[in-house]
């Protein structure tokens, strides 16, 4: 497993960011900091892992992007894209993250149509699933986000996508949500994990090796914890 921090310091005994967790050997690690922000005091980014599988390095992407304004939000996807492209090699990659981006939006558009990323949950489902807007604690509503407190689950913003190998572009097998129900407190009362739901998709990363019948196959999740 690897964490990079992002945001925090040593003063105050705290930073977050982006962590990968595999079952395979991860080789590499680097941060990318987009050249756009909505504000002095944002630092989006993605942090990219390479992890060694039995059919070769996998680059996987994980970032979290800007919403708003809309605008900074393509510009960080054109920048990710990028990146992704400069970096990922020729064996398909895994690009997941919290893109406060719907799916209409012009950021996701371009991802999917104009560069080929395929959305794992909506290939595997053949719809989008909201992923964001649950209550976390018992009585809690966050007042700059404008869903109501009984709606538990309103926008799409987190995606796990599959980019498509030039040698070979791998497949989608299944994908689902997780902790997408919630706890309970003593009391009785709903508890959420996040704010954010998580996705897990079983994806095919690499052609059938000698010997073997089947093609291998990966599990990739996506998870946010925080806001």
């Known amino acids: 497993s690897v964490f990079l921090p992002i945001e925090g310091s040593d003063l105050i005994g705290f930073w ?18 987009f050249a ?5 005091s944002n630092h989006r980014s993605v942090a990219r892992v390479v992890v060694r599988t039995p059919t070769g390095d996998i680059s996987v992407y994980v970032a979290h992007l800007s919403g ?28 997941a993250g919290d893109f406060n981006a719907e799916p209409d939006w012009p950021s996701i558009r371009m991802l999917e149509i104009d560069r080929g990323y395929i959305n794992t949950y909506k290939a595997a489902n053949g719809r989008t699933a909201p992923t964001n807007c649950v209550t976390i604690t018992p009585g809690y509503f966050n007042p700059f986000d404008n869903c109501k407190p009984e709606e538990v689950f309103r926008h799409t913003i987190d995606y796990l996508f599959l980019v498509p190998g030039r040698t070979f572009s791998g497949g989608v097998l299944s994908s689902r949500l997780f902790l ?30 000698n010997g073997q019948s089947n093609s291998p196959t990966v599990q990739a999740g996506s998870w946010r914890s925080g806001f």
């Open 36 to 40: 756009r922000q909505a504000g002095k």
């Open 180 to 209: 997408n129900t919630p706890g309970r407190t003593k009391a009785g009362r709903k508890l959420w994990a996040s704010d954010h739901v998580g996705i897990v998709s079983v994806l095919q990363l690499g052609a059938r090796l």
């Open 16 to 33: 977050s960011g982006p962590a990968v967790v595999s079952r395979f050997p991860i080789v590499g690690s680097e941060i990318h900091r």
């Open 68 to 95: 708003d304004p809309p605008a900074v939000n393509l510009a960080q996807t054109a920048d990710l894209a990028q990146y992704v492209e400069n970096t990922r090699g020729s064996n398909p990659a895994v690009v």
